[in-house]
T-cell receptor
Framework: KAGVTQTPRYLIKTRGQQVTLSCSPI?????VSWYQQTPGQGLQFLFE???????NKGNFPGRFSGRQFSNSRSEMNVSTLELGDSALYLC??????????????FGPGTRLTVL | AQSVTQPDIHITVSEGASLELRCNYS??????LFWYVQSPGQGLQLLLK??????LVQGIKGFEAEFKRSQSSFNLRKPSVHWSDAAEYFC?????????????FGQGTELSVKP
């Protein structure tokens, strides 16, 4: 099976702009989670989607949003970019609801640089 | 609050030497525990996971981890380190059944391998 894919892999934006990142989960996986990784804060959970519904949300401002489509693909959007949004954004997919414990499989990430 | 602590930020071992990376967690319920590895510029690869049962868990690349409930620990071990093991290692704790895919990560331990 193909793994989790994320596009684009690298992105450079300027402050004030907005950005959309895309994630395609492993075939058959219905849950997608997003994480932000920075040197200072480490890996932090952003949100999780299952069946096109946000199921969990981390402690991030409303500028960070996401959605999931009927084919389980997910996008996250960051509006009004700030310098501190520069990070590696990781997407993880898992089987989803109905399994005892979900194992998350990560994509390679999108490196966002805000200038 | 739920948390994961990796006390060692950076460890250097000689090739062929044994390795132990420490992980301590704070979690109210029965934890589900994971170790992931991240090579520079890459996403996270799952090494192993513990859900229940045998407290010694075998993973990929010759790694193993032992769950010790009394010490709230889930240390990662490898008997003989290879130069290709140089990477950053993350311990994570996940929620129990049907509570979503939010993982809480430790700050990571960077492993360097001396020839």
């Amino acid at each position: 099976k193909a793994g989790v894919t994320q596009t684009p892999r690298y992105l450079i934006k300027t402050r004030g702009q907005q950005v959309t990142l895309s994630c395609s989960p492993i075939s058959g996986h219905r849950s997608v989670s997003w994480y932000q990784q920075t040197p200072g804060q480490g890996l932090q959970f952003l949100f999780e989607y299952f069946s096109e519904t946000q199921r969990n949300k981390g402690n991030f401002p409303g500028r960070f949003s996401g959605r999931q489509f009927s084919n389980s693909r997910s996008e996250m959007n960051v509006s009004t970019l700030e310098l501190g949004d520069s990070a590696l954004y990781l997407c993880a997919s898992s089987l989803g609801q109905g399994v005892r414990v979900d194992t998350q499989y990560f994509g390679p990430g999108t490196r966002l640089t805000v200038l | 609050a739920q948390s994961v602590t990796q006390p060692d930020i950076h460890i250097t071992v000689s090739e062929g030497a044994s390795l132990e990376l420490r992980c301590n967690y704070s979690y109210g319920a029965t934890p589900y525990l994971f170790w992931y590895v991240q090579s520079p510029g890459q996403g996270l690869q799952l090494l192993l996971k513990y859900f229940s049962g045998d407290t010694l868990v075998q993973g990929i690349k010759g790694f193993e981890a032992e769950f010790k409930r009394s010490q709230s620990s889930f240390n990662l071990r490898k008997p003989s380190v290879h130069w290709s093991d140089a990477a950053e290692y993350f311990c994570a704790v996940g929620p129990s059944y049907n509570q979503g895919g939010k993982l809480i990560f430790g700050q990571g331990t960077e492993l360097s391998v001396k020839p």
